[in-house]
Structures are given as structure tokens and as C-alpha cells.
């Protein structure tokens, strides 16, 4: 099961302004991290353990970061850690056929979603006092979940995947009960990702084409699929640093990173900027805030690879974490 493109082989999150954690798998499988913290790097890597199938999700809230990812044994795996304290590794069960999507609400909701070895989607959340245990939203899919929370008048969660047809399928959580599912068609190649800007959403993916495509909801209904070019080698990254801001991201078939930016206001930028590097994953991006976009990419020497928005410019080149 998964894309016939490159996926992502780095983690990343955000703890605030100038803070940041990132992942990465050891040659064991076992998951490591490096942190920044205002103008440096903690000196190494520290190890976490466990053995992974695929890089896990991560997630942060106030102090606290949640882990969870599929392990070789195909059951879900959580740690997490509040303020410096990380406690152990809990297993979940579960078999799942994919890499594990995580999201998060407030203080105290924590749901993921992952495709079973049914090739069902199968979900598991925690209220702030437990879990609620495998449920199935049936399904048939090809690549692993991409899931958002949209937060109005009422908290609405979105999940997309890819199904064995090449459709991008949609089922989403409007306050109180599942809807059905949804084919919003299309033949893709890679996952769907999708990101929140304001009310909007947007799904993005690579088509037969090789170019990415994207589909917008904005607050009542889904515009047609349109392309914005490019020729990739790896699912789309894409994140929102503000209300009417959109970055994506993607490693072309050159093994270099693009990038192209979207405004409520302009549209889409005048096209695919080349940032170079040698890439062996998708990339990776966070953002701690406004004007700042913080990318992350394995090179293929195996290394980690990070390049930075300030506002105005990327920075110089490429620098390795590792």
C-alpha cells in the first residue's frame, strides 16, 4: 500500500515562536530528534526508541507533544511529553497498512486515522479522559489519511485518502454524526494532503500528469480540480502561516525542492521556484509563524536537510542537521 511517489522520511513540529522539534528514523527503525531552540540545535540527536514501518505523526498543544506511528508490527504506537518529561512507549493495536494521520483540538481532544490491512479507515480519539477504541468508516484505500479540523461555530474534522480507484474520497464530521463519503474524483499517483485556511480548505495531490492539482471548499462548496503545473517525484507539502496564505512544496523528478505560494488576494504566484537540493524524500514544512516556513528534506547521502522563509527570501542554500 502508499504512493508511487516519495513520501515524507522527516517529522517536524512547532512549540512557539524560534522553537522546534524534528524526527527521523535510524537505520534500526528506531525514531530520533533534534531540537531548536532560538538561534541553534541541541548538539545531537536524541534516541526514542521503538521500531517503525514508516516516519510517525507528531503533534504539539501548549507544552505537550504526541507521537504516534505504525510500527513493524503494524499496531499503532503513542508517546508523548509534557513540558521535558516523555513517558514510555504505549501500544494501541490495531493493523494498520499505512502511516498514521494525527490531529488535535484545544487542551484535551487527540484523534488519528489510518488505513487498515482491510484497506478500511479506521479511527481512534481521546476525549481527555480516554479512548475511544478502533471505529471503521469503511472505505477501500490506497495510500495513507490526511485529516484536518476546521473550528467555526462548531469543531468540523475532514479526512481524505486515495482510494483504489485513483479517486480522492472525503468523508467529514460535522459536530454530531459521520457524513457519507464523497468521491471528489481525479486519478492521482500520490497521497492527498490537505491544510485549513480560515474556513477554506484546500486538497492537494499529483496526478497522472506528474503535475500537483487542488480542489478548494470554501465554506459551502468544492470548486473543480485545477492545475498548477510542476513535474514531481513526491507527494505535496504544503502548510498556512496565515489567513490568506498558502505554501506548498514537492520534490520534483530533478530530486530538487519546489515551491509556490498562493494569496486570497494574487492568486498563485507566476510559477514553480526552483530551491535546488538532492532529495530522496518528500519534503517536510512547519511553521511557528507569520513570514516564516521552516523546510525539511532527507538528501540522498542520507542526510538531514533544512532551508528557511524569513519574510522576503529562502535562506542561502541548504544547511545538514545531521
Same mark, same amino acid.
Given at each position: 500500500?502508499?504512493?508511487?511517489?516519495?513520501?515524507?522520511?522527516?517529522?517536524? @513540529?512547532?512549540?512557539?515562536?524560534?522553537?522546534?522539534? $524534528?524526527?527521523?528514523?535510524?537505520?534500526?527503525?528506531?525514531?530520533?530528534? !533534534?531540537?531548536?531552540?532560538?538561534?541553534?540545535?541541541?548538539?545531537?540527536?536524541?534516541?526514542?526508541?521503538?521500531?517503525?514501518?514508516?516516519?510517525?505523526?507528531?503533534?504539539?498543544?501548549?507544552?505537550?507533544?504526541?507521537?504516534? *506511528?505504525?510500527?513493524?508490527? %503494524?499496531?499503532?504506537?503513542?508517546?508523548?511529553?509534557?513540558?521535558?518529561?516523555?513517558? *514510555?512507549?504505549?501500544?494501541?493495536?490495531?493493523?494498520? *497498512?499505512?502511516?498514521? &494521520?494525527?490531529?488535535?483540538?484545544?487542551?484535551?481532544?487527540?484523534?488519528?486515522?489510518?488505513?487498515?490491512?482491510?484497506?478500511?479507515?479506521?479511527?481512534?480519539?481521546?476525549?481527555?479522559?480516554?479512548?475511544?477504541?478502533?471505529?471503521?468508516?469503511?472505505?477501500?484505500?490506497?495510500? %495513507?489519511?490526511?485529516?484536518?479540523?476546521?473550528?467555526?461555530?462548531? $469543531?468540523?474534522?475532514?479526512?481524505?485518502?486515495?482510494?483504489?480507484?485513483?479517486?480522492?474520497?472525503?468523508?467529514?464530521?460535522?459536530? &454530531?454524526?459521520?457524513?457519507?463519503?464523497?468521491?471528489?474524483?481525479?486519478?492521482?499517483?500520490?497521497? @492527498?494532503?490537505?491544510?485549513?485556511?480560515?474556513?477554506?480548505?484546500?486538497?492537494?495531490?499529483?496526478?497522472?500528469?506528474?503535475?500537483?492539482?487542488?480542489?478548494?471548499?470554501?465554506?459551502?462548496?468544492?470548486?473543480?480540480?485545477?492545475?498548477?503545473?510542476?513535474?514531481?517525484?513526491?507527494?505535496?507539502?504544503? @502548510?498556512?502561516?496565515?489567513?490568506?496564505? $498558502?505554501?506548498?512544496?514537492?520534490?520534483?523528478?530533478?530530486?530538487?525542492?519546489?515551491?509556490?505560494?498562493?494569496?486570497?488576494?494574487?492568486?498563485?504566484?507566476?510559477?514553480?521556484?526552483?530551491? *535546488?537540493?538532492?532529495?530522496?524524500?518528500?519534503?517536510? @514544512?512547519?511553521?511557528?509563524?507569520?513570514? !516564516?516556513?521552516?523546510?525539511?528534506?532527507?538528501?540522498?547521502?542520507?542526510?538531514?536537510?533544512?532551508?528557511?522563509?524569513?519574510?522576503? &527570501?529562502?535562506?542561502?542554500?541548504?544547511?545538514?542537521?545531521?
Amino acid at each position: 500500500m502508499g504512493s508511487l511517489l516519495k513520501i515524507a522520511a522527516i517529522a517536524a @513540529v512547532t512549540l512557539g515562536t524560534g522553537r522546534m522539534d $524534528v524526527y527521523q528514523l535510524t537505520s534500526s527503525n528506531a525514531l530520533t530528534y !533534534r531540537s531548536y531552540s532560538g538561534d541553534s540545535w541541541s548538539p545531537s540527536w536524541s534516541n526514542l526508541g521503538g521500531t517503525f514501518a514508516s516516519i510517525p505523526a507528531v503533534v504539539s498543544t501548549s507544552n505537550r507533544v504526541d507521537i504516534i *506511528g505504525t510500527g513493524t508490527d %503494524s499496531g499503532a504506537w503513542h508517546r508523548y511529553r509534557n513540558g521535558n518529561s516523555w513517558s *514510555g512507549w504505549n501500544n494501541y493495536g490495531g493493523t494498520f *497498512g499505512s502511516s498514521i &494521520s494525527l490531529v488535535s483540538y484545544g487542551s484535551s481532544y487527540l484523534s488519528y486515522y489510518g488505513v487498515g490491512t482491510d484497506g478500511a479507515a479506521w479511527y481512534n480519539e481521546w476525549n481527555g479522559n480516554q479512548w475511544s477504541g478502533y471505529r471503521s468508516l469503511g472505505g477501500t484505500f490506497s495510500t %495513507s489519511l490526511s485529516v484536518v479540523i476546521t473550528v467555526t461555530v462548531t $469543531v468540523r474534522i475532514d479526512f481524505f485518502g486515495v482510494g483504489n480507484d485513483k479517486s480522492c474520497w472525503h468523508r467529514n464530521w460535522g459536530g &454530531s454524526s459521520w457524513g457519507v463519503w464523497d468521491n471528489r474524483g481525479g486519478s492521482f499517483i500520490s497521497e @492527498v494532503i490537505s491544510i485549513t485556511v480560515s474556513v477554506n480548505i484546500f486538497i492537494f495531490g499529483i496526478r497522472e500528469d506528474r503535475a500537483m492539482w487542488y480542489s478548494r471548499w470554501d465554506g459551502s462548496r468544492w470548486s473543480s480540480w485545477q492545475s498548477i503545473g510542476g513535474n514531481f517525484n513526491s507527494k505535496p507539502t504544503c @502548510v498556512s502561516w496565515g489567513s490568506d496564505r $498558502v505554501d506548498c512544496i514537492a520534490t520534483g523528478t530533478d530530486s530538487g525542492a519546489w515551491h509556490r505560494s498562493w494569496t486570497s488576494g494574487g492568486g498563485w504566484s507566476s510559477g514553480w521556484t526552483s530551491m *535546488g537540493g538532492d532529495f530522496s524524500s518528500a519534503p517536510t @514544512v512547519v511553521s511557528w509563524g507569520s513570514n !516564516r516556513l521552516d523546510c525539511f528534506c532527507k538528501g540522498n547521502d542520507d542526510r538531514v536537510y533544512h532551508r528557511y522563509w524569513s519574510g522576503s &527570501s529562502w535562506s542561502n542554500g541548504w544547511n545538514t542537521i545531521s
